[in-house]
Structure formats: C-alpha cells, structure tokens
C-alpha cells in the first residue's frame, strides 16, 4: 500500500479502554498494515486525534482534473475526521475540497509574449521554479472587442473598397458584403459555442477546431489557419508599400514608371513592391524578433489610426451634403484623363495675344501650334470637367446602383456623356487614359473584398489573457462583427452616393491627381485616410507576423505533424524563432507575387476553409448530443451552423474554384499524413463521436438480417496461441490473414489464456500488445482480443461466442493445426482442437485449417509461377472456389494459377462433369483449369490394415498407459460432458467405400513386412508422420461393401457393434505382446479401415497431381459424433495429407458464399 492512515479517536467513553485495546480493534478493520511505533506503546490523552500519514511522495500529474502536487500536499494535511472509511483511496481520489479549490484556481494562461516577459529564462528551470504571474485582467472592451475591430478593419476597406463599389455596383457590392459579413457572423456563433464549453486555453481557434474536431482536422485546419495568418501578412506588407509608392512618395520607386506604357509599367510596378516588401518583410522580421512587447503596446496606437480614418470619411460624407469638395475629373469626350501631364481641363486658351495651347494639347497634339497634327479623338471630342465627388445629395447613387465590369485595358468612361468615335479609331495615347489594370468579376471581387472580413478569431487567440473568457468571447466577438459589417453596409451605400462612378472606377485616384479615392472624400484632408492606413496596414503586418509564428509553435508542440516539430522550439524565453524563419519565408511567397488582387483570394481560401470546420464542429457537437457539450451561450443552433458551413464552401468555389481546390487538397494531404505519420491524440473529438454514431446506425443496419451472398467475405476470428512469455507462436498466422483479407471486412485476433483474471490480468496485457505489435507488423487491420478462463477449452469457447459486436460477428474461424498432438504430453491440444472443430460447426461458421503453417509464404515473398489447387469433393457453399480468388488479389499468390479437381466415381460421366464444372465456373467469372480425376474399385491393400491396427493399437495404448490422473479425470469429464459440443448433422449421400486409384501404392510389401515402422510411427513424436487432409464423404456418411450390410457411420465400434478389444491389451504383459504379435485383421473395425483406405487412395492421387502446387485447399470433413474416436479422426486427417507441404483445409458454415448473379 502506497498510503497508509491510521486513526484513533477518544472519547470520555472509553475511559475505561486501554489506549492499545482501541488501537488494535482499529489495525483489525485493515489487516496486513504494520502498526505504527507511535501508537502501539505510547498513552495519549483523551479528547485528542492522533493521525499518522504515510505516502510515498510520488508526484503526481500536474492537473486541476486529476490530483496535482497542490492535493497531494493538502490530502497529506488532512485531519481524518469522518474520513476512515476512504482512507485507502486518498492516494488517487483526492477530498472534494481540495479538488473544487484547484479547479476554481485554474489558470490558461497563454505562451505568448506577457508570460514570456514574466516567466523564467530557462525552461528547464521553468520547470521547477516559475516566478508568479499576473492573473489575466483584461475585460470585453480591451480584451476582444477593440482587438477584433483592429483585425478586421484593414488594408481592403482603404485600397479596394471605392473601386469594388465602382466595379461591382451597389447593389452587387452590398450583396458581396452581406454574403461575407453573414457568413463570419454565423462563424462567430458557432466559435462562441465552442468557446464557452468549458475552459479555452491558449491557443485560440486552432485549439478549438482540434479538440472538437481531432488532431487530423486539428492539425490540418490549423496549418491552413497559420497559412492564412501568414499570407495575410503579406497582403498587409503590399498594401502598405502601394500606399507608400502610388500616394505617398511615388519618387520612391526603384523601377522608374515614367514613360511606361502597359506591360511595361506594369511590370515596373510589380518589381518595385517586390523589393520594398522584401525590405519591410525583413524589417518586421527583426521588429518581431528583437522584442514582441514593443509590438503589442503599439496595437493601440495602430488602432487609433483605424478608427481615425474611418471617422475621418463619416465626417466627409456629412460634409459633402453641406459643402461638396472640388474634386474634378477632366474628361476628354466620357473618358476620363490622368491628371498628370497638364495642368488645366481645355485644348487652348484664350489671351490678350490671341488663342494658346495647353499642355493638354502637346500631349496629344505632334506640335504647341494650332496646325499641328492630332489624335483623331481628341479632334472629334470636346474637353469637359466633371466633380469627383458631387455630394450625398446629387442623386448619384442611381448612376451606381449596378456594376460594370472591365477587360483588362478597357477604358473607364463616364456614363451618358455623348462621345464621337470613329469606325476604324482604335486606342492611341492609352497612357493617358484611366484604364482598367485587370479583368473584373463578380467572384473575383469576392475573393478580393473577404480578408476584409477576417479577424474574427483576434478575441478567442487572447482567451487567456480575459478575465472572464466564456463571457467576454460571445460578446466582444458578436459586437465587433455587428460594428463592422454596419461600417462596410453603409460604406458601400456612402460611397455609391457620394461620389462619381469613373472615379469609383479609377482604382489607383490617376483622374483625381493621384489621390487614394477614398481620401478625396475624408475631412479634413485626404492625408488623413493615406497616413492613418498606412500606419493600420503596418500594423496589422506586424501583428501577423507575430501571430502566424506562435500558432505554428502551438501545432509544433501538439506534436501532431512529426516533421514540424524542429518549429516548436525557440528562444530561451519561448519566442517561437524557427517559426518566425518559416513563417517569413512563406510571407515573401506572397510579396513576390507582389499585387494585392492577387494576394487576397489565396488567403481567403484559408481563412474560408478555417471558419468552415468552425462550424462543421459545432454542428458536430450539437446532433451528437455529446454529454460534455454544455456552452453557455445558448443562442446557437446545428442549422445555423450548417448554413454558415455551406456559405464558407460556397464562397471558396466562388472567389476562385482553382484556389479552393488547391486549398483542399493541401488540407487533405495534411490530414492523410497526420493520420498514418503522425502522434497519436485522443482529446475526445467530435469525428469520434461521428465515428461511434455511425458504427452504431451501421451495426442496427447489420442486424436487420444476414448479408446476402452477393456481400459476403471471410470475417476471421483468427485463434493464436502464445508461449510463456506471452509472444505468439505462429505469426505466419497472421501473414496468411493478411493475404487473405487485404485489409478489407472484420478481422478479430484472439488467444486464450488458462487461470483467473485478477491473476492473469498483467499476462493479458502483455498478450494484447504481444497481438498488436504482430498484427502492426503483419499489417493487419482489426481487433486483437484476450480472454482469460479457468482452462483452455473454455477460454476458446468464449472466444468463439463472444467476439464481435451485433451483426459485426465473425463468421469464419482460422486455426493452426496442432502439429504435435502425437506427443503423449500434448493431450489435451488436440482435443481442444476437435471440440473447436464441433464448435464451429455447432455455431455455423466456417473453420480454415493451414496445416504447415510454418511453410507458409510471407507477406514479402513472391510467387512467380505455380499453382493453387482446389480439390472439391463436397459442396460446402463454395468457400473453395472463393478461398483462392481472395489470395490472388494479394501480391503474394498474383501470378499463381488456379486449378479445380473433382473426383468422379465408377457411375459418373466424367466428360460431362468437367463440362458443367467449366460452365459454372465461367458463370462465376473465376479463371480456374479443370480437371476431373476417377477413382475406381480396389481390394483393400494390407498396407491399409496395417495402418489401421497400428491406429486402433496406439488409441488404446493412449487411453491406458500415457494418460496421468488427471488426464483420465480429464477424459472422463469429456465424455461424460458430451452435450456441450455435440452436433446434429445430416448424413451426406452413401457412397461406396472400395475406392482406389488404379496405380498401387508404391512400398506397401515392405511395410507389411516390417511392424517395426508401425512401433516406431507410435513412439517417435520428433517425427512427423504426415500434414493432414480432409476426408472423403465415404468418411462422413454410412458405406457398404460387396456381401455385408450398411453399417452406421462410427468411429470406434466394429461392424457388430462390440468395441475392438485386442487381446491381452488390459495387462502390461499384453500391452508388450501387442508389437510381437501377428495382427488379427478380423478383429479391426471394418468402419476404421474402410476410412483408412478411402484416405490412403485420395492422398495417393492428390499426391501425384498437387505435389508441385503452391497451396492445396480441400474439404475438411466434421469429427465424429462418438467422442472415444477423436484420435482416430486427427490419423484419419494426418493420413490424407502426407506428403503435401502446404495444405489449407476448409470447412463450411452451413450457407452459400458465392454466386453467380450480379
């Protein structure tokens, strides 16, 4: 005992009691505990408590669910009273007090930067001694709300927003934003759900989606969430270096853009992000990794820049129904111009000296005069001005309300303005007109405007820096997600209605002097929107890249994917250092793509595949019905969850069905590799409830009735026996199982084990891993089972009864022939062995014997020739011609052949037989060589009543002289016991018994001659007689011969019913003459040696044509009903297959296995 207490109470009642007296009737309630010293000898006080405690101080897992190092200190503590009762249990059950206070006092706090600024520098030593850390104290406001509104809030809102409302039309846009905002909303609700069933720990979404999903889904949806996080830091990367090159400082630019037209520009353009994004990815990198804290306390002043800019265009839309801004746009015709290039909208200009040119002239003009040569358009059209931005109260909003979208190069003209162009004008001085950069749609910019949507995990990824999680994650979350999609809706609708549809259109502000659009329509000034974005999308960059770092540190320290584990380990401190490499290294993936359009579908896949299985595991958890889901929060349901899942897979087809099928896939080979790579979890996961509730729907299916013919297969019970050390002892048991199944139906490996199960219990264990690691190593999928029983015989039997589960049953048995049942030692195997054989019959299941088994081909072995040989003698339902089909799909038996052999007697058409076995055969679309072999009439040779006696002789030895007391008890009993496996079979067809080849038996004479074999086949057991076969009918049914009468189907009896006696048999003095003596073949019973002859001729011709094959599988025929003929069965069995090496013999379970329909 690992714990001991004694206690002993006093009260004025005892008074008269010596102190030794009451300890004794105590120590007598727990016998086998050593009296303490202290109490033994030693006078206490009345009124007093003496507790001793005793342990053996092991530490103990360190969790608030099972008892940590804090309760083993308090139980220790603990004064006993009332308590003697559960004295003994305090070791592993621990008082409710102490478990309720560690409990109440749990802790989530997360590995990021505040615990790792506060925690010790090493972890080893963080181990054994950690300073104290501050409890988490953040509310909803601080902790999830501005967070969530900083996250999502970003780079889409200020770049792209204007030109997917000018592209798309109001009404498409709002539908676009609607549709996303819904669809995170639903995510949200699902994600409080899940994050109010009980304690979140750090780790956020990723730790959700694993423990509710598993660590296949886990993992995989944690790595595309990671991905997600890191492109999104290359999307904010890009968006602040286009703001920078394109608004703020376009001088900047490495690649100069002057003087470029089309794909050159462009081209330009994307170079120039390039390397800027490469230098502020590297920048971010070094911020990140000097000191994260320096981040975290600029997330605030990053966040005023958001909600600033935001404010900033509220104040401009109302200004703009005050006092609209003068914004103009120059319209040559309906096309707008740059503005760069000229400075006044018109051709000339009128002065004191006459009409000048403008620069708008030279620009598309050869020469300044008014003779000059000039673009055909710009002659036909006139110039025009119209304002940017006309105000909320222009009535605009109509001219917006439905898309237009563009080819790339098309130009962005103005709606209802009259133009004049010629039939044969084509583009020229395209460098001076807006033109569209890419070709617009409607899934595009879907796929453009979702990231603007992402950040709804910000809340969750903190839980455990919140005061009060399951509280503050519903709420902050919800209402983040509210104030957003009110700001993106009545952004959309703001914009449509305040400003002019060509510059909506005018992505990059080239009509508005190269102004960002959505600042021409900020108050006071549009450096208001460029600089507060810039700062935001900086931000946000930076956020990413410390984010995306520590959630690849989480999945690494899961240990889940094995090949990320290198990621998990980092600094002294735990900042995650191989992460943050690899995360930078995926984040310049996307800066070398380098445009922001291109950027944003690819993480919107991630994020939709995220926010998808979010949902998938509420939806889960809720049908489940799963005990432990209890959330708090109460307002979600499975449909809405299910419809929020639908959006996400419905949006990732939409944005780009390209990207979503590469997402999938890298989803999926994640998952595959966890599965069969990866460390074992269990986390009580919603897909193992999924799988138990389908097993369960499929095994009440299974029970409706039995599986058609069309469906059946060997489901294999396969029995094992194992050595004293528990290993098994044919393993090539478990080779042949393989071969046979191919991982395909039920498969059960079981073994019995002799003695009780409390004593027997740590062999059992030993015996199940023994069976584990061989079916691992064979790689055979299914069940491994030990039962343990008071003998063998029963321990098998329940085996045989108790496997399976509902309509999930075996229904074919694989057993090893026991090769050493000759020896006088092993008994008792073989008798086990025949009443499993009528068992299985009893029981209606198929019974597979490999005799050899040993010589039996590994799953590494290959046969590149021979034959597989079927000799069907009784129909049995067609396990015959099934058997060999499933072998030749393995890779072992391929390219083997199949040949069927059938005996046909003295009154058959053997022509006829072969042809209708070829017909039935090619019904049953089995490749297979036929061939029908005769057997004629013979005398009985004298080989075969010498075999007979030497048979007959060595049973009654066995009985009378090698059988042990308790063996003879042990006869006894199975005779006695006889209705325990009896079985009631019909007789098959009569058939006459003088069956033979035509060719002799090679060497009979000299084995007549010589009894001295015969006493050597009894006493030798090294040497193995013969592998055994099945018998004929002849050895199942009633036989007649020429001039006697039918005689009953007995093993042991002779033709008058009077068991053979030999003589003198009773004495040793008789026992020694029985080897002197001539045989007396009178005496024989005739049964026994009508079987012996019927089993000497079939073996001769299976002999002749089979001794070449691979395999041989024939018909095993039923033991006999009489149990004192047992042994002669397994001689019988011995007898017909000598001299074959592998030998698989089959028995049928009573129905049809194989058909010849569809």
């Known amino acids: 005992m690992s714990q001991r207490f004694t206690v002993t109470a006093f009260s004025k009642s005892d008074s008269g009691r010596n102190v030794s007296d009451i300890q004794g009737e105590v120590n007598q309630l727990f016998e086998g505990d050593e009296p303490t010293p202290s109490s033994s000898n030693k006078e206490v006080s009345f009124n007093t408590e003496v507790v001793v405690v005793q342990g053996d101080a092991n530490p103990k897992e360190s969790s608030p669910f099972i008892n940590s190092s804090d309760a083993t200190e308090k139980s220790q503590k603990y004064d006993g009273k009332h308590m003697a009762l559960f004295e003994e249990e305090m070791e592993t059950s621990p008082m409710v007090s102490t478990m309720i206070s560690s409990l109440a006092n749990y802790s989530s706090l997360p590995q990021g930067s505040k615990e790792h600024e506060e925690e010790a520098d090493n972890e080893e030593e963080d181990k054994k001694k950690k300073k104290p850390v501050k409890a988490p104290q953040l509310g909803t406001l601080m902790g999830v709300y501005l967070p969530c509104i900083q996250n999502i809030f970003g780079v889409i809102l200020f770049l792209r927003m204007t030109w997917m409302v000018g592209i798309g039309g109001v009404i498409g846009s709002f539908i676009i934003v609607f549709m996303c905002c819904s669809t995170t909303m639903l995510t949200a609700i699902s994600m409080s759900a899940i994050a109010t069933n009980g304690v979140v720990p750090a780790g956020g979404s990723y730790y959700m989606i694993s423990r509710s999903l598993g660590p296949e889904f886990g993992g995989a949806v944690g790595i595309c969430f990671y991905l997600g996080t890191t492109f999104a830091g290359a999307m904010y990367i890009l968006g602040s270096i286009e703001l920078l090159l394109v608004y703020i400082l376009p001088q900047a630019a490495i690649f ?301 320290r899961d240990g889940v994917v094995p090949i990320l584990r290198v990621f998990g ?92 099928i590469v997402a999938m896939v890298i989803a999926g080979s994640i998952y595959k590799y966890i599965e069969f790579r990866g460390a074992e979890k269990e986390w009580g996961d919603g897909i193992r409830g999924i799988s138990l509730s389908a097993a369960r729907y499929a095994l009440m299916r299974l029970e409706e009735g039995p599986p058609h013919t069309k469906n059946w297969r060997p489901q294999l019970l396969v029995l094992v026996s194992t050595d004293v050390e528990q290993n098994v002892e044919q393993p090539r048991l478990l080779s042949l199982t393989n071969q046979l199944k191919a991982g395909k ?241 019909k007789n098959p067809a009569v058939v006459t018994t003088q069956l033979s080849v035509t060719e002799e038996q090679p060497g009979v004479s000299s084995k007549v001659e010589k009894p001295e074999e015969e006493v050597q086949l009894i006493h030798d057991s090294t040497s193995p007689t013969s592998p055994a076969t099945p018998l004929t009918p002849a050895s199942e049914g009633g036989a007649q011969t020429p001039g006697s009468a039918q005689v009953q189907m007995t093993w042991t009896e002779k033709a008058d019913g009077e068991p053979a006696k030999p003589p003198g048999a009773s004495t040793p003095q008789g026992i020694k003459d029985i080897f002197n003596m001539k045989p007396e073949w009178e005496n024989l019973n005739q049964s026994n040696v009508r079987r012996m002859h019927t089993a000497l001729r079939l073996n001769g011709v299976i002999v002749k044509k089979s001794s070449e094959a691979k395999l041989v599988l024939l018909n095993m025929p039923g033991p006999p009903n009489n149990r004192s003929g047992d042994e002669n069965y397994m001689e019988f069995l011995e007898v017909l297959t000598e001299g074959l090496n592998r030998v698989l013999l089959v028995r049928g379970g009573g129905r049809e296995v194989i058909t010849i329909y569809s």
């Open 569 to 660: 380990h980092g600094k002294a401190n735990g900042e995650p250092t191989w992460a943050l490499l690899l995360t930078a290294g995926i984040c310049e993936i996307g800066i070398l793509i380098a445009s922001l359009d291109a950027v944003a579908p690819i993480l919107s896949m991630f994020f939709l595949m995220c926010y998808m299985f979010v949902n998938l595991a509420c939806a889960l958890q809720t049908l489940l019905r799963t005990p432990n889901w209890r959330p708090r929060f109460n307002y979600y349901h499975w449909a809405l969850s299910f419809l929020g899942m639908s959006l996400c897979l419905s949006l990732m087809f939409i944005c780009s069905w390209f990207y979503a």
């Open 745 to 985: 139906g039920l498969t059960i490996v079981g073994t019995a084990l002799a003695g009780t199960y409390l004593e027997n219990h740590p062999q059992a264990q030993r015996a199940e891993q023994s069976l584990r690691k061989l079916m691992e190593t064979e790689k055979v999928k299914g069940f491994c089972q030990v039962t343990i029983s008071s003998n063998m015989r029963d321990a098998t039997s329940h085996l045989l009864q108790a496997s399976g589960l509902g309509g999930l049953m075996h229904n074919t048995v694989l057993v090893s022939w026991p090769r050493n049942w000759k020896q006088a030692d092993d008994l008792q195997t073989w008798r086990d062995f025949i009443e499993l054989v009528r068992e299985t019959t009893a029981a209606h299941l198929a019974l597979l014997v490999p005799k050899n088994i040993a010589a039996f081909p590994s799953n590494g072995e290959r046969f590149s020739e021979g034959h597989i040989d079927v000799w069907w003698i009784v129909h049995d339902g067609g396990m015959l011609m099934l058997l060999p089909f499933l072998l030749r799909q393995h890779k072992v038996w391929r390219k083997c052949k199949m040949r069927i052999f059938t005996v046909a007697q003295m009154d058959d058409n053997s022509i006829q037989m072969k042809k209708d076995l070829t017909t039935f055969l090619y019904h049953l679309r089995i490749d297979a060589e036929v061939e029908v072999v005769e057997m004629h009439d013979s005398d009985i040779s004298a080989y075969t009543y010498e075999k007979t006696l030497v048979m007959e002789q060595r049973s009654q030895i066995l009985k009378q002289i090698n059988l042990t007391k308790t063996e003879r008890e042990r006869e006894i009993q199975s005779i006695t016991d006889s209705s325990r496996g009896s079985i009631r079979r």
């Open 256 to 556: 100069k853009m002057e003087g470029l037209e089309g794909a050159e520009a462009e081209a330009a353009m994307l170079n120039n992000m390039r390397v800027y994004g490469t230098i502020v990815l590297s920048f971010m990198a070094t911020v990140v990794f000097v000191g994260v804290k320096y981040v975290n306390k600029l997330a605030l002043l990053f966040l005023a820049c958001v909600i600033l800019s935001i404010l900033a265009v509220y104040a401009g839309v109302i200004k703009t129904a005050i006092e609209p801004p003068d914004f103009p746009v120059c319209l040559l015709g309906n096309r707008p111009l740059i503005s760069k290039g000229f400075d006044v909208c018109a051709k000339t200009l009128e002065s004191g000296n006459g009409t000048v040119t403008t620069k708008l002239w030279s620009v598309f003009c050869d020469s300044p005069f008014l003779n000059a040569t000039c673009d055909e358009y710009f002659v036909n059209n006139n110039v025009s001005f119209i304002q940017g931005i006309p105000g909320v109260m222009s009535g605009i909003l109509k001219e917006n309300l439905f898309g237009n979208y563009l080819e790339k190069g098309d130009l962005v003209a103005k709606k209802g303005i009259a133009t004049v162009e010629g039939p044969d004008d084509t583009l020229t001085n395209s460098n001076r007109y807006v033109l569209a950069d890419i070709t617009s749609f409607f899934t595009l910019l879907v796929g453009i405007y979702f990231p603007s949507v992402t950040g709804i995990m910000a809340g969750s990824n903190r839980s455990g820096d919140l005061r009060d999680a399951q509280k503050s994650i519903p709420i902050g979350t919800i209402m983040a997600i509210t104030t957003t999609s009110i700001v993106y809706m009545s952004a959309v609708i703001l914009f449509g209605a305040c400003i002019e549809g060509v510059v909506l259109r005018d992505k990059f502000g080239e009509g508005v002097n190269g102004n960002l659009v959505i600042g021409t329509l900020a108050w006071p000034s549009p450096w208001v929107i460029v600089i507060g974005s810039f700062f935001s999308t900086c931000g946000a960059g930076l956020q990413s890249l410390t984010g995306a770092p520590r959630l690849m540190q989480a999945i690494s």
